[in-house]
């Protein structure tokens, strides 16, 4: 287990420990704020980088967790016709509220309640995907099945096409 993280990774990392897998929250030297600065720090490809996205509902106010596949980007009506749900930007101030994590470092777990999650299906062809942990240098590494389980998301195709 890590030691000696941010308070933020560290909220993350205490997450992860409580749900008895051996998660090792990462803090590196370099930037991992976008998917491909995270690529480039890890050594992975973009595609296994599991992005946060924090959405505002529509209809509720309420917060939607997106985790997409780094390379791809959130088709809103794909979403609405899946998961039932009117997917609006988000700025800064309604996230850090509503997650208590900055844009950034936002992580698929560890928020101040629980999130309604959405899960972007490609993730499932890789064996290993990294996600955010709270900081933008914060990083760990796990599963798709392990994210699905996590986070009680909903997996969909949510790929917006070329």
């Not at 967790?65 to 088709?75: Q, T």
């Amino acid at each position: 287990m890590a030691t000696g993280l941010s308070r933020s990774a560290q909220r993350v990392q205490d997450f992860l420990s409580k749900e008895g897998d051996d998660f090792d929250v990462r803090e590196l030297a370099s930037s991992t704020r976008t998917a491909r600065d995270a690529a480039d720090s890890i050594g992975c490809t973009v595609a296994q980088i599991a992005k946060s996205l924090v959405f505002r509902e529509g209809a509720t106010d309420e917060p939607i967790l997106v985790v997409a596949s780094g390379v791809n980007r959130v088709d809103a009506a794909k979403v609405r016709t899946a998961a039932s749900l009117d997917l609006h930007r988000a700025d800064g101030n309604f996230v850090k509220e509503r997650t208590g994590f900055a844009i950034g470092g936002i992580p698929p777990v560890g928020h101040e309640t629980p999130l309604r999650t959405v899960l972007d299906q490609d993730l499932k062809q890789y064996a290993e995907i990294w996600a955010a942990a709270g900081t933008p240098h914060a990083v760990f590494r796990l599963t798709p099945d392990r994210l699905g389980a996590l986070t009680g998301g909903q997996w969909i195709d949510l790929r917006e096409e070329e």
